[in-house]
């Protein structure tokens, strides 16, 4: 797909507007897991998630190659609307975002800040994307797909400052939403040489990519009711399937519970806020402590954008927090 130094030129791209993001080794996270683990912090970004990176790297190349484009339009939950907003916004072209009714207020606010023209579709993801493609067929806009070659390579920068920093990280855990994160990770591992066992995490209420993976093609499912609406998608994009195919281990599910719990234990171990994609990854390790013990493992940490209701519901004094998450 790309080679090393197409790699780091994107990273240049992302690095005119953003510093690296940290990779910390938290010492509670490591007694918890029975192994040394680090955590790679995208909730520290400018938009708050790792998305960013691809849309920075895909609207400068756009802009460069279509310098005429009137604007772009999309469909996302948020993290890729704030991305594609902050990016367009850099070049003073008007971004319009689809997002779903009920889709997350401060998520909402968070691109209309941005400065997106945000405009609300349909029940969940899928039907605001459907309505968005519709839309720029008939405006004339440049559609932005929520999974896109340049949107990996951007992307694929974390996963880059990751390894070459932490070239030992024996297992690393990714959310999979769209599949533009973890395919990054895999990109940026092979261009590296490593060996680095790729593992992806779904939601066991939205696991269409587990399914399709475990299938060898493409399976839909009718719904996406997790909470952790970052990892709410209905639909695998058959080209990032490909790749994980090839290039991961094998995918988690994790339960909401288990992505509340591991929230929970990102607050108490390192004082940082997770969203419920960004705490996944953690989730699905705590899941595997077994074959953990002893190995060098990376977290990916997609993003701390959720709203402060959710956040409460599930972190709260209402929450059940386990004997097990109190313990280390």
Same mark, same amino acid.
């Given at each position: 797909m790309f080679d090393l130094r197409e790699l780091e030129q994107a990273h240049e791209v992302v690095a005119r507007a953003m510093p690296p993001t940290p990779a910390h080794a938290w010492p509670?996270?490591?007694? /918890?897991? @029975?192994?040394?683990?680090?955590?790679?912090?995208?909730?520290? %970004?400018?938009?708050?998630?790792?998305?960013?990176r691809g849309g920075l790297v895909y609207v400068d190349h756009l802009t460069r190659e279509q310098p005429k484009t009137s604007?772009?339009?999309?469909? %996302?939950?948020?993290?890729? @609307?704030?991305?594609?907003?902050?990016?367009?916004?850099?070049? !003073?072209?008007?971004? &319009?975002?689809?997002?779903? /009714?009920?889709?997350?207020?401060?998520?909402?606010?968070? &691109?209309?800040?941005?400065?997106?023209?945000?405009? #609300?579709?349909?029940d969940d993801f899928q039907a605001a994307r459907e309505e968005a493609y519709r839309r720029a067929e008939a405006a004339g806009l440049h559609i932005v797909p929520a999974f896109h070659p340049d949107l990996v390579l951007g992307v694929a920068t974390y996963a880059l400052e990751l390894l070459r920093t932490a070239s030992d990280i024996e297992v690393l855990y990714v959310p999979i939403g769209q599949g533009s994160g973890i395919c990054g990770c895999i990109l940026a591992r092979d261009l590296l040489g490593l060996k680095t066992e790729i593992i992806g995490v779904q939601s066991?209420?939205?696991?269409?990519?587990?399914?399709?993976?475990?299938?060898?093609?493409?399976? /839909? %499912?009718?719904?996406?009711? %997790?909470? !952790?609406? @970052?990892l709410a998608t209905r639909v695998p994009d058959p080209d990032a399937l490909a790749i994980i195919l090839k290039g991961a281990s094998h995918i988690v599910q994790v339960t909401d519970d288990e992505i509340a719990s591991a929230m929970r234990i990102y607050w108490t171990d390192t004082h940082n806020l997770a969203e419920g994609a960004g705490a996944a990854a953690l989730a699905a390790a705590l899941q595997e402590k077994n074959k953990l013990q002893g190995k060098r493992v990376g977290l990916i940490l997609s993003g701390g954008n959720?709203?402060?209701?959710?956040?409460?519901?599930?972190?709260?004094? #209402?929450? !059940?927090?386990t004997s097990a998450e109190r313990a280390v």
């Open positions: 509670l996270l490591s007694q /918890r897991l @029975g192994a040394a683990v680090v955590v790679k912090h995208e909730n520290h %970004t400018p938009t708050g998630a790792f998305k960013v604007g772009i339009i999309s469909a %996302t939950r948020g993290n890729h @609307g704030q991305s594609l907003a902050f990016a367009a916004s850099r070049h !003073a072209l008007p971004a &319009m975002i689809y997002v779903p /009714r009920g889709n997350s207020i401060e998520k909402n606010r968070a &691109m209309q800040a941005f400065g997106a023209d945000l405009v #609300e579709y349909g066991s209420l939205a696991a269409s990519y587990a399914l399709s993976f475990a299938a060898g093609r493409v399976v /839909r %499912t009718n719904s996406s009711d %997790t909470l !952790a609406d @970052g959720i709203d402060f209701d959710l956040f409460w519901k599930w972190v709260g004094p #209402e929450a !059940a927090i």
